[in-house]
Nanobody
Framework: EVRLVESGGGLVQPGGSLRLSCVVSGEFEFRRYDMSWARQALGKRIEWIST???????TYGDSVKGRFTISRDNAKNMLYLQMNSLKTEDTGVYYC???????????????WGQGTQVTVSE
């Protein structure tokens, strides 16, 4: 069983920064999986944000490119998302997932973690 625990969210003003973390535990070889961040705004479907593949190569959605940076630490089974220049439209619950971009569903699976809330507001 895989357990995903996200943290690091909070309330921040537009233009601010946050760093999200995700720890993965259980019977799971972290280093063998592409890992992604996704988010869900209130009343909307899951939106893919970024993926980092097993080789450490990142890809980003157009809405966050140039502002967010994904990284991973295979020794610690950790995934990170550095978010800079935050905008109000970045508000939502952020999830990590052992998936590539094309595998991110529109509806949150029950086995995902609880996510971490990011609110960007004045």
């Amino acid at each position: 069983e895989v357990r995903l625990v996200e943290s690091g969210g909070g309330l921040v003003q537009p233009g601010g920064s946050l760093r999200l973390s995700c720890v993965v535990s259980g019977e799971f070889e972290f280093r063998r999986y592409d890992m992604s961040w996704a988010r869900q705004a209130l009343g909307k479907r899951i939106e893919w944000i970024s993926t980092i593949n097993t080789g450490g190569v990142p890809t980003y959605g157009d809405s966050v490119k140039g502002r967010f940076t994904i990284s991973r630490d295979n020794a610690k089974n950790m995934l990170y998302l550095q978010m800079n220049s935050l905008k109000t439209e970045d508000t939502g619950v952020y999830y990590c997932a052992p998936a590539s971009r094309g595998e991110i569903p529109g509806v949150k699976p029950t086995w995902w973690g609880q996510g971490t809330q990011v609110t960007v507001s004045e």
